[in-house]
């Protein structure tokens, strides 16, 4: 079965097919154990556990997991649900450009934009480092880009203005 993971921002295409999981072309055995009465699981990827607290979030395939007192918000639903979801977003009238703001902590590693730059919605901006994966940050919608609060090398928390559109 595949599934198509959003993890802050990052799309990643993932691969179950028995007790392997596939992910960029890497495949290891994964099992995902509940502790049972509680939210924690055990997830086992080859030789290496991990203890999470997964909490559903508000729709279907929507979680905020917990690993090490670190909160990332993920969205993990199956193919036909992720083309839905797509069509449904693209059809919806945008309202007009969000300011980026980082989703979880993290550490920037590059910065696409500059002021005055002219960005398209789903273009991305910022590639942020989060739980040992590069993330790139995408505007929402189109605009110019106003400022970047940021540099390379910067680490920041949650909810930390990156860049700001008009």
Not at 27 to 45: C, E, K, N, Q, V
Not at 73 to 100: H, N, Q
């Amino acid at each position: 079965m595949k599934y198509i993971v959003d993890i802050n921002g990052a799309r990643r295409d993932v691969h179950i097919d028995g007790d392997t999981a596939t992910m960029l072309d890497l495949a290891d055995s994964a099992t995902l154990t509940p502790a049972d009465g509680t939210p924690i699981r055990m997830l086992r990827i080859g030789d290496r556990v991990v203890r999470i607290v997964a909490q559903r979030g508000e729709s279907r395939g929507s979680y905020v997991i917990d690993i090490d007192g670190h909160k990332y918000p993920v969205d993990a639903v199956d193919e036909r649900t992720r083309a839905i979801r797509d069509m449904t977003a693209k059809s919806a009238a945008a309202s007009g450009p969000a300011p980026l703001k980082a989703p979880m902590p993290g550490l920037i590693v590059r910065i696409h934009v500059a002021p005055g730059d002219r960005v398209e919605a789903g273009q991305g901006l910022v590639v942020m480092e989060a739980m040992k994966m590069e993330n790139e940050l995408r505007a929402t919608a189109p605009g110019t880009v106003k400022s970047v609060k940021i540099t390379p090398g910067t680490a920041v928390e949650k909810g930390t203005l990156l860049v700001e559109l008009e």
